[in-house]
């Protein structure tokens, strides 16, 4: 018996489709994703930039509430929650975004 996705889970997965245009990376493995929430109809997406000055931070904000409202059903309603703390720093890129980065 295979366990049920859960939506917070459905949510990261939709996230990989939202690519950082500067670097080529989605969001998820670039490490700008801190954590994902849903209740109540409601999903909660805190995530950060590289930078707080990021000029592409209106876009990338779109991008992710666009995925999730495409790929995500249950969201009734959609929060993006950019925050700077803690900073992002390229320790957060995953194993996959190193590769990609030719990094590793």
Do not use: K, Q
């Amino acid at each position: 018996m295979t366990a049920a996705i859960t939506v917070e889970e459905r949510t990261m997965e939709a996230l990989h489709s939202v690519i950082d245009p500067e670097l080529g990376i989605n969001v998820v493995d670039l490490g700008l994703i801190y954590g994902v929430a849903f209740d109540n109809g409601c999903v909660c997406v805190t995530m950060t930039l590289t930078t707080p000055g990021c000029p592409l931070h209106g876009s990338i904000s779109e991008a992710v509430h666009t995925s999730v409202e495409v790929l995500v059903p249950e969201a009734e309603t959609i929060h993006v929650n950019l925050v700077w703390d803690p900073p992002w720093c390229t320790d957060r890129i995953t194993e996959a975004g190193l590769r990609e980065l030719g990094w590793c």
